[in-house]
């Protein structure tokens, strides 16, 4: 098949043309729509499409479209899919727009999710272990080293019994003391071989564990928001914690025992067969049900491994999903619902460990079973050789003990194959995370540029679906200084530019220029420290209210942490507080209110003395009285810095310099306050709108 028969999208409804429940797929190509009903297809070709629209009924909706001309439903679906319809109807929309032709030819793949082959798994654990491989060959050297002192007391007991017990007469106590200081000096060296193999192995394990999770922790951070869009962040976790775990696992400590159970294997073959071939030859019966039983059981395991990884991965989720968001379950009073649903994913997982279990069950007591119908006919054997005098006493326990030393590695090796499975399989989920490339690349010639203050959108298009664009052919400019507010409904595409004015995205047409400078071009690092951004939900770390202000610039004094507070008009609270500045407040913010975190946060971004200041509804939930006090400091702040403002509450905005006035991703007003008021347009609208509600409100509060 090639790309161009493979779908950019698919979508599925409810409802067949007869208005009939029925299950049908919708299937957009890069140029037609199928409208796939299992016995019948429509196709329609998107050049001819027009006037896209979703039409709402009570409880059925359409999308309704000109084809060719005619008005034409293109699909029924009930409410159930409605959101994915809007997609749809997004797409459609921006198709026959002309606004996206760029993403037909890369359909809306972001990053690479190669997850590997198994022999791209093996080449990146080789590489993380190359800079430990004198330690590791150490360690399989002491390894090898006690595989082989095992192999000896065995020996040295044929020899005691053959030659020193069984003799009649006079016995050799000389040969008797050797063999029991040589059996002390065997399990003496042991000892302390082994000591040394484990710690270097733990010493290994740390350091290997402590550099794969550093090493992701700085990937996700290269990372562009659409990864984070792509993985949920308690799948991330699972794969820091669990899965680096399983790894470390793998390599500090299934590959030595894989080592050290062959070499016992091959050496306990190699002496069974010195001492008689014949029952060497009995004792490689189960090796035919061996192999055949494992390579089924590796065939089964890989898939249920993946089920169970991900039934765990989904647990996690939820785990942090709900837990920082407790106050808002215990408010919604959800706790069962939440506790339902970790229930039924808990059932998931049970369910796929009990497949690991029985997959288990159905092996491996098997293999066991026939183990030990094996070693019954050695001793059967073996007995009636003694009892014949063709095989001496000692030979036949020296040869069951190195049978045992046989069919243990054997049965350790077929034990630790499920954990060496899961741990591969740990493996394959790190590198499918890693192997994805940056969406957000900067260049190796990128330009450290400090920010005079110009900022210019040249014609940009976005979408977080490269096929529904949020923002359509945005143009402005801002002059170096100027503070410009930008405004419109929610979802008219406000927040998008901030992430792409912070080059958290880029944009899908058109460039963005910092002093004529493309974006692109610039050093990232340099060019957002120069930025001071309050996000709409502001982050709030763990620690004190100093430890969050000082985030914004890690080596400031606390005379410049508290002239920031100052500045944000979050002194006054702070100074109220238990330990004021070294006042703990708790996880995520937990111990002071949403407009006191706006505040603690503003007072973040100003004490970076900002080139660019980029307040995202910063006093959105700030009372009016220090809302005013707020928007005075700010205007003394951002005098000769270039400021940036996205706010729902209008009526602060008359002392801005423009307002740039977004309705479905698109410019539809800009001018100052006065200019847009005698418009008597959009802006203006909104604004009456607001003072409307305001006195709504006054009147409802004097009447309560």
């Known amino acids: 098949m090639s790309s161009d028969d493979k779908p950019l999208r698919e979508f599925a409804v409810d409802l067949l043309p007869n208005g009939m429940f029925g299950n049908a797929k919708v299937l957009l190509f890069s140029d037609r729509l199928v409208v796939d009903y299992g016995v019948s297809k429509a196709t329609y070709l998107l050049r001819d499409l027009r006037d896209v629209k979703l039409v709402e009924g009570f409880g059925i909706n359409w999308i309704m479209v000109k084809y060719g001309g005619v008005d034409t439903t293109i699909v029924s679906f009930t409410n159930r899919y409605k959101e994915d319809m809007s997609v749809l109807v997004g797409i459609l929309a921006s198709l026959t727009e002309g606004q996206v032709s760029g993403a037909l030819t890369n359909g809306a793949s972001n990053g690479n999710h190669d997850k590997g082959s198994r022999s791209r798994v093996i080449m990146w654990l080789l590489d993380i272990i190359r800079p430990y491989r004198f330690r590791i060959a150490v360690g399989a050297a002491l390894t090898l080293a006690l595989t082989g002192l095992a192999l000896v007391p065995p020996y040295l007991l044929k020899i005691l019994i053959n030659n020193v017990l069984l003799i009649k007469g006079s016995r050799d106590l000389g040969l008797f003391q050797v063999i029991i200081m040589a059996l002390a000096s065997a399990y003496a ?237 740990s493996a394959e989920r790190i590198l499918e995370l890693i192997n994805n490339e940056p969406d957000i690349v900067q260049r190796e010639d990128a330009v450290k540029h400090v920010i005079k203050g110009e900022v210019r959108f040249d014609n940009v298009t976005f979408g977080y679906d490269p096929l529904n664009p949020v923002v359509r052919n945005i143009d402005f400019t801002i002059k170096p200084g100027e503070v410009v507010a930008i405004v419109g409904r929610s979802g008219s595409g406000k927040s998008t530019l901030v992430k792409l004015l912070l080059r958290l995205y880029d944009p899908d047409k058109g460039r ?139 009526t602060s905005l008359q002392w801005v310099d423009r307002i740039i006035v977004l309705e479905r991703g698109r410019i539809v007003e800009v001018g100052s306050h006065e200019e847009l008021m005698r418009r008597r347009d959009r802006y203006y609208e909104m604004y009456m709108n607001q003072i409307r509600m305001g006195v709504e409100q006054v009147i409802a509060d004097a009447n309560a």
């Open 189 to 425: 060296s042991s000892v302390i071989l082994s000591i040394g193999q484990n710690y270097l192995l733990n010493y290994l394990g740390q350091r290997l564990s402590n550099e794969i999770r550093i090493n992701i922790y700085g990937f996700i951070f290269r990372q562009s928001l659409r990864f984070m869009d792509r993985y949920q962040s308690g799948r991330i976790l699972s794969r820091i914690t669990n899965d680096v775990g399983n790894t470390q696992w793998f390599l500090i400590w299934g590959i030595p025992t894989v080592i050290a159970n062959a070499a016992m294997l091959v050496g306990a073959a190699l002496l069974m067969f010195s001492m008689d071939p014949r029952l060497g030859f009995y004792a490689l019966l189960p090796i035919p049900v061996i192999i055949i039983g494992t390579l089924v059981y590796r065939r089964r395991s890989k898939y249920i491994y993946h089920r169970a990884w991900r039934r765990s991965a989904d647990v996690v989720s939820l785990l942090t999903d709900t837990i920082p968001a407790w106050e808002v379950v215990k408010a919604y009073a959800n706790d069962d619902y939440e506790e339902s649903r970790l229930k039924n994913l808990m059932g998931e997982y049970f369910n796929a460990q009990m497949g690991i279990v029985k997959m288990n069950l159905s092996w491996f007591p098997v293999l066991g079973f026939v183990i030990s119908i094996t070693t019954l006919i050695i001793w059967y054997v073996g007995g009636y050789q003694v009892m014949n005098n063709v095989m001496p006493l000692g030979t036949l326990v020296a040869f069951i003990s190195y049978a045992g030393m046989f069919y243990q590695p054997v049965q350790n090796l077929m034990n630790i194959i499920p954990f060496m499975q899961q741990s591969f399989t």
């Open 512 to 650: 963005i220029l910092i002093d004529g400078i493309d974006l692109r071009d610039l050093d990232l690092d340099f060019y957002r420290s120069q930025i001071g951004y309050v996000a709409a939900d502001p982050v709030m770390f763990y620690g004190s209210v100093a430890d969050n202000i000082r985030y914004g610039k890690l080596n400031a004094r606390l005379e410049e942490i508290i002239a920031a507070a100052i500045a944000s008009g979050a002194h006054e609270f702070v100074m109220r507080l238990p330990l004021a500045y070294d006042t703990h407040i708790g996880e995520r913010g937990s111990r002071v209110s949403t407009g006191q975190r706006q505040l603690i946060a503003l007072a973040r971004a100003l004490i970076r003395e900002p080139r660019l200041l980029i307040l995202d509804e910063a006093t959105s939930s700030i009372d009016s009285i220090s809302e005013a006090h707020v928007w005075d400091s700010i205007r003394t702040v951002a005098r000769g810095v270039t400021t940036i403002i996205i706010t729902h509450r209008l």
